[in-house]
């Protein structure tokens, strides 16, 4: 637990809670309610606002990129907002906020930034790093779906295109799955912050919902980008499939009658030249004749 002392309020930031650091802040902050602080050890909640007498209490999720799984994921944010206070934990896994408490406890210059104003900007310092540490997960997203792109269209290999595929799929649906419900929550954290008497908050969560009506949009986006790459790659492997059934029925066919003559002058009764000394040879060249025309006539029909 790491507690920053500004001019005017104070910011108390948890790393990992546990059950002994939600009695220790009980304790100093009895208006909490228990509910609320029994939200903060669920890693299930929903994104919202608790709007109370004299505090907000606020869930926000951000994605974090798993470099070692390759999957996205969410990490929990929770804040109580207070005229005079700020209380924030989460799992550590956000780096734009662990740098950020430690910035402002090792550099004087960025607590005064930070705390120059009301609280209300530095639950907005808060949210808007975290909000741009998103960029760099959705322009990862916008490169990997362009490689993709080329190796499909490239002809890469199959079991190993619909994989990648996948991942960019879940990953995109992920990151949509974690901002859609934050959209809602951002819009009314302006009104819910005004209420608390902070002047400011129109000008600054003002921002923020364009930070995460950018991110819907590009999104959106993406999610159009991975459908059509499923489509085009289901459609290039139906081609090829197509293709080699085609090549394959072309063969069968044209080797179908000469199977026939082989089996019937296989068959022990009187046939055609079978009297001549040169029956091998009669039987032979006209199967390569009819051979041949049969390739001739299915290269003038584009079938081969």
């Given at each position: 637990?790491?507690?920053?002392?500004?001019?005017?309020?104070?910011?108390?930031?948890?790393?990992?809670?546990?059950?002994?650091?939600?009695?220790?802040?009980?304790?100093?902050?009895?208006?909490?309610?228990?509910?609320?602080?029994?939200?903060?050890?669920?890693?299930?909640?929903?994104?919202?606002?608790?709007?109370?007498?004299?505090?907000?209490f606020i869930v926000l999720h951000f994605p974090v990129f798993e470099k070692r799984t390759h999957k996205l994921t969410s990490s929990e944010v929770d804040?109580?907002?207070?005229?005079?206070?700020?209380?924030?934990?989460?799992?550590?896994?956000?780096?734009?906020?662990?740098?950020?408490?430690?910035?402002?406890?090792?550099?004087?210059?960025?607590?005064?930034?930070?705390?120059?104003?009301?609280?209300?900007?530095?639950?907005?310092?808060?949210?808007?790093?975290?909000?741009?540490?998103?960029?760099?997960?959705?322009?990862?997203?916008?490169?990997?779906?362009?490689?993709?792109?080329?190796?499909?269209?490239?002809?890469?290999?199959?079991?190993?295109?619909?994989?990648?595929?996948?991942?960019?799929?879940?990953?995109?649906?992920?990151?949509?799955?974690?901002?859609?419900?934050?959209?809602?929550?951002?819009?009314?954290?302006?009104?819910?912050?005004?209420?608390?008497?902070?002047?400011?908050a129109d000008v600054y969560f003002d921002d923020l919902v364009d930070h995460i009506e950018k991110i819907w949009s590009s999104l959106e986006e993406q999610?159009?980008?991975?459908?059509?790459?499923?489509?085009?790659?289901?459609?290039?492997?139906?081609?090829?499939?197509?293709?080699?059934?085609?090549?394959?029925?072309?063969?069968?066919?044209?080797?179908?009658?000469?199977?026939?003559?082989?089996?019937?002058?296989?068959?022990?009764?009187?046939?055609?030249?079978?009297?001549?000394?040169?029956?091998?040879?009669?039987?032979?060249?006209?199967?390569?004749?009819?051979?041949?025309?049969?390739?001739?006539?299915?290269?003038?029909?584009?079938?081969?």
């Amino acid at each position: 637990m790491k507690e920053i002392l500004g001019e005017g309020f104070r910011w108390i930031d948890v790393e990992h809670p546990s059950k002994a650091d939600l009695e220790k802040i009980h304790k100093d902050f009895p208006q909490f309610h228990p509910l609320a602080l029994e939200d903060t050890l669920s890693p299930i909640q929903r994104p919202k606002i608790d709007e109370f007498d004299d505090h907000l209490f606020i869930v926000l999720h951000f994605p974090v990129f798993e470099k070692r799984t390759h999957k996205l994921t969410s990490s929990e944010v929770d804040m109580f907002v207070g005229e005079d206070y700020i209380v924030t934990l989460h799992d550590g896994r956000l780096k734009p906020l662990t740098e950020m408490v430690d910035e402002v406890l090792d550099d004087k210059k960025k607590r005064i930034e930070y705390f120059g104003k009301d609280a209300s900007y530095l639950v907005y310092s808060i949210l808007n790093s975290l909000l741009d540490y998103c960029f760099p997960i959705l322009y990862k997203n916008d490169v990997n779906l362009d490689i993709l792109e080329d190796k499909i269209f490239e002809g890469g290999e199959f079991s190993k295109l619909v994989e990648e595929l996948s991942i960019e799929r879940r990953n995109v649906l992920n990151y949509r799955r974690i901002v859609s419900p934050q959209r809602g929550v951002l819009v009314n954290l302006e009104g819910a912050m005004k209420k608390m008497g902070f002047k400011m908050a129109d000008v600054y969560f003002d921002d923020l919902v364009d930070h995460i009506e950018k991110i819907w949009s590009s999104l959106e986006e993406q999610k159009e980008v991975v459908d059509g790459l499923n489509e085009a790659n289901l459609a290039l492997v139906n081609t090829l499939t197509n293709d080699v059934v085609r090549v394959l029925t072309v063969i069968t066919v044209i080797f179908l009658p000469l199977t026939l003559i082989a089996s019937l002058y296989g068959m022990n009764v009187p046939l055609p030249f079978m009297e001549s000394e040169y029956a091998f040879e009669i039987i032979l060249g006209f199967m390569l004749a009819l051979l041949t025309l049969m390739v001739f006539f299915f290269r003038k029909k584009h079938w081969i």
